[in-house]
Structures are given as structure tokens and as C-alpha cells.
């Protein structure tokens, strides 16, 4: 045996003898951990939905009622010549009825309401943009004397509404998840920061000798970081089952709710297994390191 | 081997532990050094022993300025000189021989070299059949045979002792003498902090005087006695 395993497996006795604090302390960084990966998978979700959608943007034209189908049918047609327009597409009021009830086709009291004779939809045309981030590319046909009285609404405008509304729940999750996350994981390392002080006060004979007969700074803190590694690392293996079983409970519901913009939770989840691993880990054995060599600082004044 | 020069320790509050201390200790001296409780013996010992740092002066050992070891120095320093203490700080819960293990492992020895050595060194000091014994199954006199042991692990040049033979009864007190004059005739220096006025006056060597912090007198070939 040399230094580094006498170290790592007087690490580990100490882990172990220590029984249900070592338990205590284990719990609390799991607890932490789960949280943070609960913030990190929210947001990477949520930019991903963000994402998703800035991608769908497309913009559809609504006309008035009183617009002729020719003349809707000329505003296509130049529309799409543009050259960022990858499709357009003619949608009249009867189809648009249709559509609305292949979405609403199990809401019974809403399809009474609506019938062809009062039918509230208005004729459209919908072009997918080749680049999403130029719309405004369609402005010139648009925004002329002749297409603007016919057009009741364009859509992409308020797809952009929603993408900032998204953007600052995002945001708000991001400070609420850093703050939140910075409490808990204080809590963990005053928690582990304890637990290794009083493993370090059953051993300070030893310490001193140690000292004393030259075991050098690193040797004797060295049991003590691996004893605060061994609870991250046990704490990520946890907090990883908890984290991947809360999404297989509540995944389909969530994947449900999102169904329009096709997010699979469960397969979101599978697909980031790597990064909620690393930042865990990461996090995990952070929280045993710093916690661990607070509490032998003192101990190392020579 | 030893050189301090006018060294000044002061603790916080300012409380004065030594001052204007010159010393100097040779290559395998034997040196006693004497003084009341409170006369700055122990200050001395954890200045050799860089536990402490001078307030002022400078302290040399083996040409070595050790009054500014940085705290990574200080392990490398130690496994250099032995030292031995009244209350032996052997650990209960080890045997014998894995407490003089012990030494050996914290400074990165591999276990195969410490097997080979721990008998060695027991030998030497006479308690080879005490190997797996704990320190609790051993009088007073074995157990501090069993901290010089460990002090020795390093093959040091220097070996500081202060009060070994403070807890021990005369005869016992007298068999550790004997050990370390043994241990100087093979070459190490020996420091001796100690009250005990018997065992000085015996042994016919350089004595050193501490009162009130200063060195009052220092002796070729002294005696026990703490006026100037």
C-alpha cells in the first residue's frame, strides 16, 4: 500500500463507522442534488421549448371577411415568390372550421356552438419561413396598399409574444432555481462540514501525531476529502434514481401538456442523463470537498 | 547542528516566552536543557520543532533557516528530527508495532519497507517481544521506549526529548537515560528539556539554564541548578 490507498480506505472506514450521521449527511446532499438537477432539467427544457417554437414560427395571415378569395389568392402568390418562403399554403373558412374540429373533436359543447353558417374563423395563408429569424422579409407584400385592409391579423406577431413570455418564465425559474439551489446546498455543506468535524474530533490524537512525526498536509486532509467524496458520490447515485423516477411518473403528463410543440419528456430526460450526471456529480462531491476542507483547516496550522 | 540567534518569542497578549536566546549545539552533543516550569523550556522545544515560530531572531538547524518554514515545508522538516514527549502521544487503539508503522506509512513508506523495519527498530530499543502488544499492556518505561522507537523511524541527526522520563518513576526514569545516551553514541544529538535535578547531575554533560526566558547560564559540564 502506498500513500493515495491509505488514504482512500481510511476514507471509506471513516464513512463507515460513522454510521447515521454519514446516512444524514448522504440525505441532505441528495436532497440538494435533486433539487439542482430538478432547476437544470427545467431549464434546459424549457430553452428547448423556446427553441422549438422560435422554429415554428410561420406566419399566418389572417383576413377579414370581406377580403376576395382572388385577391387573397394574388397576396399568396406573391408570397410566394419570396424568396424566404418555403411554403404557402391557402387555408379558407371551411377548412379552417374543419381543422378547428379535428382539434376540438371531443369537446362536444364548443363544436355545437360553431357551425358553417356562423363560422368565427377567417380565411388564411400560412407560409413557413426558411429562416425564422427574417419575417420581416414578408413585410413588402404585406404592408401594402393593396394586402393591408384585407388583413385582419398576422400571427407571428404574437407567436413572439409568447416566446418572450416563455423567456422570462425561464428566467424567473433560473433565479428562483440559483437561489433556492444556494440555500439548500449551504444547508448541505454545514451539514457534511459537521459530520467531518466530528469525525476529525474522534481522531485529532491521531491528527496531532500525524503531525507530529511529519505526515505531510495533504496526507492527513486526504481521508477526510475522501470521506466528503464518498458522500457526493453516493448522494449522485440516489438523487439520479429519484430525479429519473420522478420523470417517468410525471414525464407523460408533462410530455402531454407540451404535446403541440412535441417535447418527450422521458426521452428529454434520457437524452441530458450526461449533463444532469456531471452537474450532480460535480455539485456532489463539491459540496464534500469544500465542506471537508473547511473543517481540517484548523486542524493543519502548523 | 543547532544555531539560534537572538530569538524572541512572544505569545499573543503579549506574553514573554523567551528572549535573547544564543545557542549553539554541535554535531552528537548531548545537551540538557534546564529550568523551572514557566522558563520557557517547552517555547524552546516547539521552536526546534518549527510547532512554533520566533517573534524575532532566526533558528538554524543543519544550516537550515527554520524560523519561516511554510506549512508544506514543516512535514519534510519533522521527518528529520525524532521527537519525544512526557505524554509519549502513542495511539491507544494501535499495537506497538503498528503505532511505529504509523510513522513510517504517513511519510509514503511502502508497506513491504515497513514490515522489514518496525523489528528493527524495536530491537534497538529493546522491546522486539512487545510488537503486538498495546501501549495500555506496557509500563510506563516501555511505552516511552516505544515513542523514542517511533522517533527514531527517520534515522534522524537530531532527536529532541521533552520531559521523557516526567511521567516516569526513578528507575524507569534512568532506563530511558540510558537509551538516549545510547542512542547519542550512535551519532544523533540529543536535546533534553527536563526538571528532573538527579538524572542532570548524573549525567555529566552540557547543561543549559533557562529562568524568566533567558538563558542564565550554560555549562560544558553542568549541574542541576537554577541560580545564576
Known amino acids: 500500500m502506498n500513500s493515495f490507498t491509505r488514504i482512500i480506505k481510511s476514507g471509506f472506514v471513516s464513512f463507515y463507522r460513522n454510521g447515521w450521521l ?38 399566418e395571415v389572417f383576413f377579414k371577411d370581406d377580403a376576395k378569395v382572388a385577391d ?37 359543447k364548443l363544436l355545437n356552438q360553431i357551425s358553417e353558417e356562423a363560422n368565427p374563423l377567417p380565411a388564411s395563408v400560412q407560409v413557413k419561413a426558411k429562416n425564422p429569424d427574417k419575417l420581416d422579409a414578408f413585410n413588402q407584400t404585406l404592408e401594402s396598399d393593396f394586402a393591408k385592409p384585407m388583413i385582419e391579423s398576422r400571427s407571428d406577431k404574437e407567436n413572439r409574444d409568447i416566446i418572450q413570455r416563455l423567456q422570462r418564465i425561464v428566467s424567473f425559474i433560473r433565479s428562483l432555481g440559483i437561489f433556492i439551489s444556494l440555500v439548500v446546498l449551504t444547508f448541505a455543506i454545514l451539514v457534511v462540514f459537521n459530520t467531518i468535524r466530528i469525525t476529525i474530533f474522534s481522531r485529532r490524537e491521531e491528527i496531532e501525531i500525524m503531525r507530529l512525526v511529519g ?51 422521458p426521452s428529454y430526460f434520457r437524452a441530458n442523463l450526461g449533463i444532469i450526471l456531471v452537474v450532480q456529480l460535480i455539485t456532489g462531491i463539491g459540496v464534500g470537498v469544500i465542506s471537508s476542507m473547511i473543517a481540517i483547516r484548523r486542524h493543519l496550522k502548523a | 547542528m543547532i544555531k539560534m540567534v537572538n530569538v524572541k518569542k512572544t505569545y499573543p497578549k503579549g506574553i514573554l516566552a523567551l528572549e535573547d536566546v544564543n545557542l549553539s549545539i554541535g554535531a552528537n552533543e548531548f545537551v540538557s536543557i534546564v529550568g523551572a516550569s514557566g522558563a520557557g523550556k517547552s517555547t524552546l522545544i516547539r521552536l526546534m520543532i518549527a510547532e512554533e515560530r520566533p517573534s524575532e531572531g532566526k533558528i538554524f538547524v543543519n544550516d537550515r533557516d527554520i524560523s519561516h518554514l511554510s506549512h508544506k515545508q514543516v512535514p519534510y522538516y519533522r521527518r528529520k528530527i525524532g ?47 512487545k510488537q503486538q502488544a498495546f501501549p495500555k499492556q506496557l509500563s510506563g518505561g516501555e511505552i516511552q521506549r ?83
Open chain 1, 215 to 265: 505526515a505531510s498536509n495533504w496526507y492527513i486532509r486526504g481521508p477526510f476529502v475522501v470521506e466528503g467524496v464518498f458522500y457526493g458520490v453516493i448522494a449522485t447515485a440516489i438523487a439520479m434514481l429519484i430525479v429519473y423516477l420522478v420523470v417517468l411518473a410525471f414525464g407523460p403528463a408533462l410530455s402531454g401538456y407540451l404535446r403541440d410543440i412535441n417535447e418527450d419528456v
Open chain 2, 83 to 129: 521527537v519525544v514527549f512526557q505524554d509519549f502521544k502513542l495511539l491507544d487503539q494501535k499495537t506497538v508495532g503498528e503505532n511505529i508503522a504509523f510513522a513510517m506509512e504517513v511519510s509514503g513508506m511502502k508497506t513491504s519497507e515497513i514490515k522489514k523495519s518496525v523489528p528493527k527498530i524495536l530491537k534497538m530499543v529493546g522491546l522486539l517481544e
Open chain 1, 72 to 108: 387573397i389568392i394574388t397576396i399568396k402568390d406573391q408570397l410566394a415568390q419570396n424568396s424566404n418562403a418555403a411554403s404557402v399554403r391557402y387555408i379558407s373558412k371551411k377548412e379552417a372550421l374543419e381543422i378547428y374540429k379535428g382539434q376540438n373533436d371531443r369537446n362536444q
Open chain 1, 22 to 59: 454519514s446516512v444524514a449527511a448522504t440525505g441532505i446532499v441528495t436532497f440538494a442534488l435533486v433539487l439542482v438537477s430538478t432547476f437544470v432539467l427545467l431549464l434546459l427544457l424549457g430553452s428547448s421549448v423556446i427553441k422549438n417554437i422560435q422554429q415554428k414560427i410561420d406566419v
Open chain 2, 146 to 228: 516505544v515513542a523514542i522507537a517511533r522517533a527514531l523511524v527517520h534515522q534522524p541527526k537530531l532527536l529532541i526529548a521533552d520531559e521523557p522520563t516526567g511521567n516516569l518513576d526513578p528507575g524507569n526514569a534512568w532506563e530511558i537515560i540510558q537509551l538516549l545516551l545510547k542512542i547519542n553514541q550512535f551519532g544523533t544529538t540529543v536535546i533534553l528539556a527536563t526538571h528532573n535535578k538527579e538524572i542532570v547531575d548524573a549525567l555529566q554533560k552540557r547543561v543549559v539554564t533557562l529562568k524568566d526566558g533567558h538563558i542564565i547560564k550554560d555549562q560544558k559540564v553542568g549541574r542541576y541548578s537554577l541560580k545564576k
